[in-house]
């Protein structure tokens, strides 16, 4: 039987991954980041001395791009190369590079085609799929399909939270810079036709992972 698709997408520091996962692990889901395997591609080519902003060698990257990832909500782990790169893909050097790497075309349909193909060799019932374009060019026919959003300043603030030592200006102002960056590639700002909306601006972890189950139940 095949998996389906619960489809997240939503801007930076919204909550999506810690949510997603979240809802997965109730659920007794899968859990796929497709952010961190963007990441993956822009960290081996940040790594190589590649420049990020080069389509052709952006696309080469991905060629011969060797990246595991686990689908494991408890679990998470991704390696490139055999090399655990966890941790070293929410480097700012990466972050700061990875909206490039996103712009290229060929580099997102051969992404989009490898996210595909994780979700058909699941063995759980289903998988939480965490993006920008997951509602709309991923799997636009899923069942259960939701926008994350929380206002601006609530990202920004809880982004620094996890990113301890780095001032909330500067954070506020990366996350503004990359939003304004993916938005030219993919809109995940509003919410596409049959999309739920669900704003997490005044919810907590907890009360969020709750609104995003209702909506789990509601559709399937
Ligand atoms: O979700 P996260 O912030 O980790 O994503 C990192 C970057 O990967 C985004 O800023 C965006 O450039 C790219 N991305 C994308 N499409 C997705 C997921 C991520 O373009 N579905």
Redesign the pocket.
């Known amino acids: 039987d095949e998996s389906v698709v619960v489809a997240i997408d939503g801007p930076?520091g919204s909550g999506?991954?810690s949510v997603s996962k979240g809802v997965a692990a109730r659920l007794g889901y899968g859990y796929l980041?497709?952010?961190?395997v963007?990441?993956a591609l822009a960290w081996s080519m940040v790594e190589a001395g590649r420049d990020t902003d080069d389509a052709a060698s952006a696309l080469e990257a991905f060629e011969s791009l060797d990246v595991h990832i686990s689908l494991e909500p408890h679990d998470f782990a991704i390696t490139v190369g055999g090399t655990d790169v966890a941790a070293a893909i929410r480097e700012p050097r990466v972050t700061a590079a990875?909206?490039g790497v996103?712009r290229v075309a060929g580099v997102?349909e051969g992404l989009n085609g490898l996210f595909r193909s994780l979700v058909a060799q699941s063995a759980r019932p289903g998988v939480v799929v965490e993006?920008?374009?997951?509602t709309t060019v991923?799997a636009p026919d899923a069942p259960v399909r939701i926008l994350l959003t929380a206002d601006p300043e609530v990202r920004a603030a809880r982004r620094s939270a996890e990113l301890e030592g780095q001032d909330a200006a500067t954070v506020a102002d990366a996350i503004r810079r990359?939003d304004a960056s993916?938005s030219a590639?993919?809109d995940f700002q509003t919410a596409a036709d049959g999309v739920t909306v669900v704003d997490s601006t005044h919810l907590d972890f907890e009360q969020t992972v709750s609104a995003v189950l209702e909506v789990v139940d509601q559709k399937m």
């Open positions: 930076a999506k991954s980041d497709t952010g961190a963007y990441r990875v909206s996103a997102r993006g920008r374009d997951i991923v990359r993916d590639v993919v």
